[in-house]
């Protein structure tokens, strides 16, 4: 995303590539130029560009930091993924997938080819299918709020666990955790995930590419957009 122009004990070096992500109370990303403390960027290593780059932090750190520190993800478990043809659901997919995981994607009907793809062994439409009908999984990793989240604590298995990004959880698996969050950054997770960019293991999905001027029109589609919105601040 951008190159240092200052440091100090920072471990970065001045002219360096890095990508990364604003405090939740900062932001401030769609300009020119950002504040940002060092510890909210990693080293983008010169093969990735920036446009990459661009498209990781949010949906990767959100996918891992979902999977593992609050998920608490084994290896061998299932998930299932709710809208795991977007940003974050598509990460979710590929690293459970990873990890050992049996991945269940879930989404609406357009959304089942992209969905397996990107490694989900099964999809659940949620337009035409019956939620309720999936047995019972490890964690659910909740990208949608509301109707569907409620209904997604019946599908866990007991002691399970549901982990949602789309605010405060509504409901509870039986005798199982509930758990929302907020991503923040973290270089060592973005290292790790820019690592597995570069060897093929994660594919990043963005679904359009728009200048600065255009950012007001991209983040206000007129037509569906599957996948992220990536600004170019410079062109
Ligand atoms: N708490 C956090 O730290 C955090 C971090 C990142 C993101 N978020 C939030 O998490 C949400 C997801 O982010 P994202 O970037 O992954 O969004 P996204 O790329 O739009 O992905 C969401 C996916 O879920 C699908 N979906 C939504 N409602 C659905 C429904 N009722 N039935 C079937 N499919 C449905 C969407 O399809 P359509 O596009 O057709 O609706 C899309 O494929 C957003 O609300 C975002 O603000 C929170």
Request: net charge negative; no cysteine; proline share 4%.
């Amino acid at each position: 995303m951008v190159t240092v122009l200052g440091y100090g004990t920072t471990g970065l070096s001045v002219g360096q590539r890095v990508f990364g992500l604003t405090d939740s109370y900062r932001g401030g990303g769609l300009a020119e130029y950002v504040a940002i403390e060092a510890r909210n960027l990693a080293p983008l290593p010169g093969d990735v560009d920036f446009t990459v780059g661009a498209s990781l932090p949010m949906p990767g750190l959100t996918a891992w930091q979902g999977l593992f520190d609050h998920g608490r993800l084994q290896a061998g478990q299932s998930v299932l993924v709710h809208g795991a043809a977007g940003s974050v659901g598509s990460m979710v997919t590929q690293l459970a997938r990873e990890f050992g995981a049996y991945v269940i994607g879930t989404g609406r009907a357009v959304d089942r080819q992209k969905t397996l793809d990107f490694g989900a062994m099964e999809f659940v439409d949620l337009e035409n299918d019956a939620l309720e009908d999936v047995g019972g999984v490890d964690l659910v990793f909740d990208v949608i709020g509301g109707d569907i989240q409620k209904r997604s604590a019946g599908v866990i298995r007991a002691g399970g666990t549901l982990v949602t990004i789309a605010g405060p959880p509504e409901a509870r698996p039986v005798d199982g955790l509930a758990i929302d969050f907020v991503v923040m950054s973290d270089r060592a997770q973005l290292g790790e995930i820019v690592r597995r960019v570069r060897d093929g293991r994660l594919r990043t999905n963005i679904g359009n590419i728009a200048t600065l001027d255009d950012a007001v029109a991209a983040f206000n589609p007129t037509e569906r957009i599957s996948g992220q919105t990536i600004i170019r601040v410079r062109p």
